[in-house]
């Protein structure tokens, strides 16, 4: 069968729409973990720097990195047991997701 070339139009369309939905959807998760599970103690803009270096300013990379590190306790410092149960508790997906949103905070 031979598809018209405005189905096929139409069909690539409404995945690169769908897609998108898909990002914005994990950016809009990000923005509500981090609103709801980190901005306690890092701020909202993740400026605070009372309890932890600031997160604001970090890379995705070292972002991520340093939460699988407080996720594998291979980071941390004297303060890091509160870190490695929320990091365990996050999944890679919401780490990543998490690092994007930091680095443009
Ligand atoms: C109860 C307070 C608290 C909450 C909530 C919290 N953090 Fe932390 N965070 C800390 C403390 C304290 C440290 C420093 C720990 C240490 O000594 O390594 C830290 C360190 C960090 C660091 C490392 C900073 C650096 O450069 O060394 C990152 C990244 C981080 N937190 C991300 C997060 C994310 C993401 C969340 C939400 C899922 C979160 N934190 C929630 C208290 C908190």
Redesign the pocket.
């Known amino acids: 069968m031979k598809m018209s070339r405005s189905l096929v139009l139409a069909l690539s369309l409404s995945l690169v729409l769908g897609a998108t939905a898909l990002a914005a959807d994990a950016a809009t998760d990000a923005q509500a ?2 609103l709801t ?2 901005a ?3 701020g909202k803009d993740g400026s605070k720097s009372i ?5 604001k300013g ?1 890379s995705a990379e ?2 991520t990195k ?2 699988m590190g ?1 996720k594998t306790k291979t ?6 047991a ?2 490695e149960k ?2 365990a508790a ?1 999944s890679d997906a919401d ?1 990543k997701a ?1 690092g994007a949103f ?1 680095a443009k905070l």
Do not use: E, Q, T, W
């Not at 980071?75 to 890091?80: A, T």
């Open positions: 973990l981090y599970k980190c306690s103690c890092h309890l932890s270096k600031p997160v970090l070292d972002f340093k939460m407080y980071y941390g410092g004297s303060k890091k509160g870190m929320l990091a996050l780490i998490l930091v």
